[in-house]
């Protein structure tokens, strides 16, 4: 029995690309919308946010790529990287950290993580 990963990974691989480039773009939106404009910012600790964003936005990446698995967390870090960036010099109330990409980051990294057991675990191929 093919597990919903299994059907997500077997899409053709332009809706796998749209797929992920629509998860960017609203994670774009929510790190550079004005705050105000974003519903539930500050809901947790701020750097939990982050890392629980990269840990999805890496997780789905994992999941919808079959080649070059390293590129997704490439991507990842280095988006986190802009996205600090462009918070620092936008005038929207935003802030760009150090320590919002270190979040980042080891969202990242919790991503791989979890998507080494759940090949382990055969939950993913």
């Known amino acids: 029995m093919r597990s919903p990963f299994d059907l997500i990974?077997?899409?053709?691989r332009p809706w796998r690309l749209a797929l992920y480039a629509a998860a960017a773009l609203v994670l774009t939106y929510m790190a550079l919308a004005p705050e105000r404009e974003v519903p539930g910012v500050?809901?947790?600790?701020?750097k939990?946010?982050?890392?629980?964003?990269?840990t999805v936005l890496t997780l789905l990446g994992l999941?919808?790529?079959?080649?070059?698995?390293?590129?997704?967390g490439v991507f990842a870090v280095v988006f986190g990287a802009?996205?600090?960036?462009?918070?620092?010099?936008?005038?929207?109330g935003?802030?760009?950290n150090l320590g919002?990409?270190?979040a980042d980051v080891i969202g990242v990294?919790?991503?791989?993580?979890?998507?080494?057991?759940?090949r382990r675990l055969r939950w993913l191929r």
């Open 94 to 96: 935003r802030d760009g």
């Open 63 to 72: 999941i919808l790529s079959t080649k070059r698995r390293w590129a997704i």
């Open 42 to 46: 500050e809901l947790f600790w701020d």
């Open 48 to 54: 939990f946010e982050h890392g629980a964003a990269w």
């Open 82 to 92: 802009v996205i600090e960036v462009l918070q620092a010099i936008m005038p929207f």
């Open 109 to 118: 990294a919790a991503a791989y993580g979890l998507w080494w057991v759940a």
């Open 9 to 12: 990974a077997g899409l053709p």
């Open 100 to 102: 919002d990409w270190i």
